[in-house]
């Protein structure tokens, strides 16, 4: 009877022994795929993001302009400068990408 008992214990750690390895193996033989959808995620996400950069084909525009009201005065040989009101600076930014059918992105 006890032998009986040994044989059925070492079967069963036998049967999760194989039962393990077909698990692994299923999952090493589909890698490949999950590793193809998840590239192809990461890729549609990264074209929904809009323009792309392209340094030869941006035009890009900056302008600054400042103001300030200064009072300046030359007495006995020494110049005194002062600040009537606070200096202000406006800045407009404009860029473009221009040529965007001819640009090469990589491979197609």
Known sequence: MFKFLRKIKGQSTLE????I??????LLSI?????RGLQGRLKSATDDVGDQFSVGNTNYIETKRTFSNTNESFINGNTASTLLQAETTNTTMNSAVMNVQQEFWGKQ
């Open 31 to 35: 890698q490949v795929y999950i590793k």
């Open 16 to 19: 999760y022994a194989v039962l």
């Open 21 to 26: 390895i077909i698990i692994i193996g299923a």
